[in-house]
């Protein structure tokens, strides 16, 4: 049972475009989401997170948005650089102790130049 | 300074042999986990360790063996390895068993003949 899903397995996007991820749950227990990026022979790095208490977090050129009724998410990359070109996995848990993060597939980004 | 290690990079090995992976961390994290990323690039937690004490123990078969000698460390042993264990093991930490976010190793990629 799959419940965070990541249904596009790949995204092309050319330099300085938007890049836009999506990433659907289907338990309504998940409180806090995040976004990891992962390069090739390398372990997920933490990208962004956001709480369900919010629909909206920025970082910099990275922004994760959460629609909790279509218990969706999204992140956007503005402007997409080549060096964002990785697979980013989608993550949920449930508040308190001992919560394990539960992944998405993940969708590999390809930023053309 | 890498924060958080795993050695083996890679194994390869026997149907039948049994063989350990090690995991440390220098970031002074209360809690340590195992993913498994199988070929279907699947991010799976299987356990987790908080203060040396496991607190998460997802369906795994026993042949599956973490110890923790110390809170820095979070080793993985598996007996009698079957074709199916191929995959890439990732250890993470994060501060606490609460914690949002989780720190991760570059992975050991175990190939199993």
């Known amino acids: 049972d799959q419940q965070v899903k990541q249904n596009s397995p790949s995204l092309s996007v050319q330099e300085g475009r938007i890049s836009i991820l999506n990433c659907d749950y289907t338990?309504?227990?998940?409180?806090?989401f995040l976004w990891y990026k992962k390069y090739p022979a390398e372990g997920p790095t933490f990208l962004i997170s956001i709480s369900s208490i919010k629909d909206k977090n920025e970082d910099g050129r990275f922004t994760v948005f959460l629609n909790k009724s279509a218990k969706h998410l999204s992140l956007h990359i503005v402007p997409s650089q080549p060096g964002d070109s990785a697979v980013y996995f989608c993550?949920?848990?449930?508040?308190?102790?001992?919560?394990?993060?539960?992944f998405g597939t993940g969708t590999r980004l390809q930023v053309t130049l | 300074d890498t924060a958080v290690s795993q050695t083996p990079k890679y194994l390869v090995t026997q149907m039948g042999n049994d063989k350990s992976i090690k995991c440390e961390q220098n970031?002074?994290?209360?809690?340590m986990y195992w993913y498994k990323q199988d070929s279907k690039k699947f991010l799976k937690i299987m356990f987790s360790y908080n203060n040396k004490e496991l607190i998460i123990n997802e369906t795994v078969p026993n042949r599956f063996s973490p110890k923790s000698p110390d809170k820095a460390h979070l080793n993985l042993h598996i007996n009698s390895l079957e074709l199916g264990d191929s995959a890439v093991y990732f250890c993470?930490?994060?501060?606490?068993?609460?914690?949002?976010?989780?720190?991760f190793g570059p992975g050991t990629r175990l190939t199993v003949l």
């Open positions: 338990n309504s227990m998940f409180d806090y």
């Open positions: 993470a930490s994060s501060q606490t068993s609460g914690s949002n976010e989780q720190f």
């Open positions: 993550a949920a848990k449930r508040a308190g102790t001992a919560s394990k993060l539960t």
């Open positions: 970031l002074g994290h209360d809690t």
